[in-house]
């Protein structure tokens, strides 16, 4: 069965980094698109950053410049690293699974929860 399950969350303070985690189990991760997505409490989830199978890495506008999605396809795990930590980065944090890039996701995590605080 194909799981996704992220770690990496907490309290940040503003201004600090913060790296997310995500480790894949049940499916050929190298062969996969895959992103992360987040989600403010009463919000929809939103889309952050995607990245191909190949490492090639796409961003929602809102997070250029201080988001940075990866992967090592070695160990199946997916990363976020999120420079300049600011309060409005509080929310739930999920990685998916997805078909082409930018598409709807296939398969999400259970989510880990980021609060930045000033």
């Known amino acids: 069965q194909a799981r996704l399950v992220e770690s990496g969350g907490g309290l940040v303070q503003a201004g600090d980094s913060l790296s997310l985690s995500c480790v894949a189990s049940?499916?050929?991760?190298?062969?996969?698109?895959m992103g992360w997505y987040h989600q403010a409490p009463g919000k929809e989830r939103d889309a952050v950053a995607w990245?191909?199978?190949?490492?090639?890495?796409e961003y929602a506008d809102s997070v250029k410049g201080r988001f940075k999605i990866s992967r090592n396809n070695s160990n199946n795990t997916l990363f976020l690293h999120i420079d300049n930590m600011k309060p409005e980065d509080t929310d739930t944090y999920s990685c998916v699974q997805i078909g082409r890039m930018q598409a709807q996701p296939t398969i999400w995590g259970q989510g880990t929860q980021v609060t930045v605080y000033l």
């Open positions: 049940g499916f050929t991760f190298r062969q996969w698109n």
């Open positions: 990245i191909n199978a190949n490492g090639n890495a």
